[in-house]
């Protein structure tokens, strides 16, 4: 920090607090996807998924995204503690990584809530 001076902390914690908007924003777009409270957020925000937070961080850790940490444990106190997630994104997070994160949420997301294929019928 000390390197960084006065300035550039100012210019890190802005572009923190910019790629995190982004990031939520994005993540919202996606169905069953909100924001656990509505209050401004700085640096991190809780969300509320319509799957299984845990599930939803293994598939995201297997593309080698780190998408947040759950809340059940921390916060058992919580309504539907076991679909929230903390997230947030640094200023090393670029559009194309909130890109992939929202993607394959959305991927996740699909394949938990949506009803498996009817089996087909035999053809003789």
Same mark, same amino acid.
């Given at each position: 920090?000390?390197?960084?001076?006065?300035?550039?902390?100012?210019?890190?914690?802005?572009?923190?607090?910019?790629?995190?908007?982004?990031?939520?924003?994005?993540?919202?777009?996606?169905?069953?996807?909100? *924001? /656990?409270?509505?209050?401004?957020?700085?640096?991190?925000?809780?969300?509320? @998924?319509?799957?299984?937070? #845990?599930?939803? =961080? !293994?598939?995201?850790?297997?593309?080698?995204?780190?998408?947040?940490? *759950? /809340?059940?444990?921390?916060?058992?106190?919580?309504?539907?503690?076991?679909? @929230?997630?903390?997230?947030? #994104?640094?200023? =090393? !997070?670029?559009?194309?990584?909130?890109?992939?994160?929202?993607?394959?949420?959305?991927?996740?997301?699909?394949?938990?809530?949506?009803?498996?294929?009817? @089996?087909?019928?035999?053809?003789?």
């Amino acid at each position: 920090l000390a390197l960084l001076g006065p300035e550039g902390l100012r210019r890190v914690a802005v572009s923190c607090h910019t790629q995190t908007r982004i990031l939520v924003t994005a993540l919202c777009e996606l169905p069953g996807v909100t *924001p /656990l409270f509505n209050r401004p957020f700085f640096h991190e925000c809780a969300l509320s @998924l319509p799957i299984p937070a #845990a599930a939803a =961080l !293994r598939l995201l850790a297997a593309h080698r995204i780190l998408g947040g940490i *759950p /809340l059940a444990g921390d916060f058992p106190e919580l309504a539907g503690g076991d679909q @929230l997630i903390l997230t947030c #994104a640094t200023e =090393l !997070r670029s559009d194309e990584d909130i890109g992939q994160y929202q993607a394959h949420l959305a991927r996740a997301i699909a394949a938990q809530t949506q009803p498996p294929c009817a @089996l087909r019928p035999k053809i003789n």
